[in-house]
């Protein structure tokens, strides 16, 4: 996994078997009423994923993270890149999961990095 900053983005690039994954998430201490959701077109022109297991997929990731760390980290905008839609909503759980338990570990300016870092 690598971590990165973009803006006011937090971002990760999740490398599978089978494809990857880009997630970039605005974070707000915060629930957001409206929870914005942006799949970013891909050249092979997969079909889009279910916007619902989108949205389940990274607030149950933030929930989780918030109650293990109790920290109050909250998705107000996701946007993500994907070649396998199928895979994307167990994809995007443990990519926002991995941003959240980053943010939640580390200060904001130590964002960027690789998952190797942590092992440090």
């Known amino acids: 996994m690598t971590f990165f900053v973009t803006g006011e983005q937090f971002g990760v690039r999740l490398v599978t078997r089978s494809g ?4 970039w998430l605005i974070v707000g201490h915060e629930p957001a009423d409206d929870l914005e959701i942006k799949q970013c077109a891909h050249a092979h022109g997969e079909p889009r994923a279910a916007e619902g297991g ?5 607030s149950s990731a933030a929930e989780e993270v918030n109650r293990t760390f109790g ?6 905008n996701v946007e993500f890149q994907t070649d396998d839609p199928a895979s994307a909503p167990s ?22 990095g690789t998952a190797d870092d942590d092992a440090r």
Not at 20 to 23: I, P, S
Not at 96 to 112: E, H
């Open 54 to 58: 989108v949205r389940a997929a990274v």
């Open 91 to 112: 994809l995007l759980r443990e990519a926002a999961s991995a941003v959240f338990r980053r943010l939640a570990t580390r200060a904001a300016s130590d964002f960027a």
């Open 71 to 76: 920290t109050s980290y909250w998705p107000w």
């Open 20 to 23: 990857f994954l880009n997630l």
